[in-house]
């Protein structure tokens, strides 16, 4: 009789932290992104999902999940993410080809979270696999940028998704790239050390 008279407890939890972690987002957040960052069952979260949608607090699209209101979210004083890697896009690779062929998909240890409204450019959002640190991808102005949440100095065993999510957007550019200029691709700036394959 307990679990009857605590379940709309339980689920008003639940709304709570979704709208707490698309607040501190303000970005779209795909089920599974959210599903694993607040650690909560598929039916659960489900549930608060469609509770929230009902009462116009939150808006689900393609992209996953967001507030509604445009305004809310993005706390001011939430950490800034660190530049891990900035590669100079070669001339007529179009940006939107680039992170269509990355968002919404899970390499190694990565896990797809959703789309970051960043003023002035989406940013792409992965989470490791058990949601500690996140990973972010972002195009502007011909520059494609590897950010990760990680401090500098405290990568240690994240350096990995960081490397990972860079070869997979190589891969991306040279799949787009015009095939006369194989070579454009230069790495302006790296943070991390060498990986722990290098030779």
């Given at each position: 009789m307990t679990g009857w008279e605590d379940e709309p407890s339980r689920g008003a939890r639940v709304d709570d932290r979704v709208l707490e972690m698309l607040s501190e987002r303000a970005s779209r957040i795909a089920f599974s992104g959210l599903r694993?960052?607040?650690?909560?069952?598929?039916?659960?979260?489900?549930?608060?999902?469609?509770?929230?949608?009902?009462?116009?607090?939150?808006?689900?699209?393609?992209?996953?999940?967001?507030?509604?209101?445009?305004?809310l979210g993005g706390s001011e004083g939430a950490s800034h993410p660190r530049t891990v890697a900035s590669i100079q896009l070669p001339p007529g690779a179009q940006a939107e080809d680039i992170l269509g062929r990355l968002a919404g998909r899970w390499f190694g240890s990565l896990r797809w979270v959703g789309i970051h409204e960043h003023p002035g450019d989406p940013w792409l959002v992965w989470s490791t696999e058990r949601g500690r640190a996140h990973f972010m991808l972002t195009i502007r102005r011909g520059s494609l940028r590897v950010l990760t949440s990680v401090p500098a100095g405290g990568a240690g065993t994240e350096d990995g998704a960081a490397y990972e999510l860079l070869a997979q957007a190589v891969d991306r550019i040279r799949a787009v790239a015009p095939r006369s200029d194989p070579s454009v691709l230069t790495l302006e700036a790296e943070t991390l050390p060498s990986p722990p394959y290098a030779s």
């Open positions: 694993r960052a607040l650690g909560v069952h598929p039916e659960s979260l489900t549930r608060a999902l469609r509770r929230l949608e009902r009462a116009g607090t939150v808006t689900h699209t393609e992209g996953g999940y967001a507030l509604a209101e445009s305004g």
